[in-house]
T-cell receptor
Framework: DVKVTQSSRYLVKRTGEKVFLECVQDMDHENMFWYRQDPGLGLRLIYFSYDVKMKEKGDIPEGYSVSREKKERFSLILESASTNQTSMYLC????????????FGPGTRLTVL | AQSVTQLDSHVSVSEGTPVLLRCNYSSSYSPSLFWYVQHPNKGLQLLLKYTSAATLVKGINGFEAEFKKSETSFHLTKPSAHMSDAAEYFCAFTNAGKSTFGDGTTLTVKP
């Protein structure tokens, strides 16, 4: 079974804090993704990576950065958390190729106070 | 640009009756299309995918979807709803490794 794990299920942070969300996959997938999920807005892509040390901006990258130093790990960084970043964050991974589905982690519900 | 539209934000059915969740896509490319399901407090799980091999695609848990190019649709169906089908469903379009997701349809199943 493919496993995508995320470091925390629930996280509460204060405005201005630097926040790290970690994602690890165990299937040697090339691609990894970070999404945020908000009611009525579906999933919006923040950043994705198709190889180690490579990253591409998604649809809503502002206020976020990412790091991929190892193939299995993809980190999302909120440089200075703000209340409008309160959301559910989902990590996913997939093999390269247009017909390959994404495998999702359980999500991290982040609250910024 | 590619896009995916889920035509209903909420669908309510009675247990044992058919389910229809509608998805339309827009793309200038030959699409690869997916349906995912998300149960409360869980990540998304793949239900089925269209990869151009067959227009009628069978997935897990009795779900299936039919790709209709003339209608640019990829609707999800199930002949008989079960209580455990209550969840949120997402249609997605993938191109160059990136997926575009619809806004989701919440399925409620009444006893």
């Amino acid at each position: 079974d493919v496993k995508v794990t995320q470091s925390s299920r629930y996280l509460v942070k204060r405005t201005g804090e630097k926040v790290f969300l970690e994602c690890v996959q165990d299937m040697d997938h090339e691609n990894m993704f970070w999404y945020r999920q908000d009611p009525g807005l579906g999933l919006r892509l923040i950043y994705f990576s198709y190889d180690v040390k490579m990253k591409e901006k998604g649809d809503i990258p502002e206020g976020y950065s990412v790091s991929r130093e190892k193939k299995e790990r993809f980190s999302l960084i909120l440089e200075s958390a703000s209340t409008n970043q309160t959301s559910m964050y989902l990590c996913a991974s997939s093999f390269r190729g247009r017909f390959n589905e994404q495998f999702f982690g359980p999500g991290t519900r982040l609250t910024v106070l | 640009a590619q896009s995916v539209t889920q035509l209903d934000s909420h669908v309510s059915v009675s247990e044992g009756t058919p389910v229809l969740l509608r998805c339309n896509y827009s793309s200038s490319y030959s699409p690869s299309l997916f349906w995912y399901v998300q149960h409360p407090n869980k990540g998304l799980q793949l239900l089925l995918k269209y990869t151009s091999a067959a227009t009628l695609v069978k997935g897990i848990n009795g779900f299936e979807a039919e790709f209709k190019k003339s209608e640019t649709s990829f609707h999800l169906t199930k002949p008989s709803a079960h209580m455990s089908d209550a969840a949120e469903y997402f249609c997605a379009f993938t191109n160059a490794g990136k997926s575009t997701f619809g806004d989701g349809t919440t399925l409620t199943v009444k006893p």
